[in-house]
């Protein structure tokens, strides 16, 4: 089975920093595209960012010029640079992937890592 491990979240006060991992593991082909999500209190789930395998990023306007996403294709690695940390920012982080397995492609997710932005 495919298993993608989340770490790095934790207790910061705001204008901090914060970087989240998300590593894959298993019978793994290729990764196409991967994300990070979060989840807030009393809020649907919703894209924070994501990279396409082929290069190219995306964020919600809400992030965009505050956090950084990047991958290490060699350690199946996705990471998430979080800087100027605000309240809003404040969620569960879930890691998404794309990954191309022998059962073809699977959409698999992280368990979550919690980010609380508090002073």
């Known amino acids: 089975q495919v298993h993608l491990v989340e770490s790095g979240g934790g207790l910061v006060q705001p204008g901090g920093s914060l970087r989240l991992s998300c590593a894959a593991s298993?019978?793994?082909?290729?990764?196409?595209?991967m994300g990070w999500y979060r989840q807030a209190p009393g809020k649907e789930r919703e894209l924070v960012a994501a990279?396409?395998?082929?290069?190219?990023?995306n964020y919600a306007d809400s992030v965009k010029g505050r956090f950084t996403i990047s991958r290490d294709n060699a350690k199946n690695t996705v990471y998430l640079q979080m800087n100027s940390l605000k309240f809003d920012d404040t969620a569960v982080y879930y890691c998404?992937?794309?990954?191309?397995?022998?059962?073809?492609?699977?959409?698999?997710w992280g368990q979550g890592t919690l980010v609380t932005v508090s002073s």
């Open positions: 998404n992937a794309y990954v191309v397995t022998n059962q073809g492609t699977l959409a698999i």
């Open positions: 298993g019978p793994i082909f290729r990764i196409n595209a």
């Open positions: 990279i396409p395998s082929g290069g190219g990023t």
